[in-house]
């Protein structure tokens, strides 16, 4: 792809991070051991302080947890402060979102955002938490390193989630990981969009059933 990977980045190419033993805080969620795993060893491996950490559909802070643990100890390695995870989501009781892991008296409409709280307290003070509609936000935060994506579960998210980070991701730094894109309906948005944007990723490795994680070789033209 024109792009020499980095050590780091052959690493994830090799599948590397299936054997982390990362002694990942438990947290009740809906993301597989090996998103989780993949998640952790991207923040704590690749992540090289370039760019943001855009945690794109949180929900119960699975992805949030493995993210900001991953930094922390890219942080002690590297003797730097770890950055910011800016985490997304509705924080509301509906859709797929009812009775997945969530307390039974929550009810369709409800906040669950003390939830998410509860779980990623260890990590608090490193989370910036960004509650509403996705479709609704703007990037004013400079270039993108690491972009999870879980939320872009119709067209419109999708497309909105392309519009406002892509732009920002750095070529040949920025991993973009794709929670749904191995799973076997519901979201041809998804590969669509990759497909129609291949020329600017590489594959870099997945989770079997679900995650896709691609890595940024080109910058996209507007």
Not at 12 to 28: H, I, M, N, Q, Y
Not at 207 to 220: E, L
């Amino acid at each position: 792809m024109g792009v020499p990977p980095s050590p780091a980045i052959a690493a994830l190419k090799s599948r590397a991070w299936f054997f982390d033993r990362p002694g990942l805080p438990r947290v009740t969620a809906m993301l597989t051991r090996e998103d989780r795993l993949l998640l952790h060893h991207i923040a704590r491996h690749c992540y090289t302080g370039q760019g943001a950490v855009i945690d794109a559909g949180c929900f119960i802070g699975g992805s949030t947890v493995a993210l900001a643990h991953g930094l922390k100890g890219w942080s002690e390695a590297a003797g730097r402060p770890a950055p910011v995870v800016h985490s997304y989501d509705l924080f509301e009781v509906g859709g797929m979102t009812r009775g997945a892991r969530l307390p039974a008296h929550l009810k369709p409409g409800d906040s669950f955002r003390p939830v998410f709280e509860a779980n990623i307290r260890p990590y608090r003070d490193r989370v910036e938490i960004h509650e509403g509609d996705i479709r609704a936000e703007t990037w004013s935060g400079g270039p993108i390193e690491i972009l999870f994506i879980d939320c872009a579960k119709s067209p419109d998210i999708g497309d909105a989630i392309v519009e406002r980070f892509f732009p920002h991701l750095i070529p040949g730094v920025s991993i973009v990981v794709q929670q749904d894109y191995l799973y076997p309906s519901w979201n041809a948005w998804l590969h669509i969009a990759m497909e129609a944007l291949s020329p600017y990723f590489e594959i870099l490795t997945d989770c079997g059933i679900d995650s896709v994680a691609f890595r940024n070789t080109a910058a996209i033209p507007p």
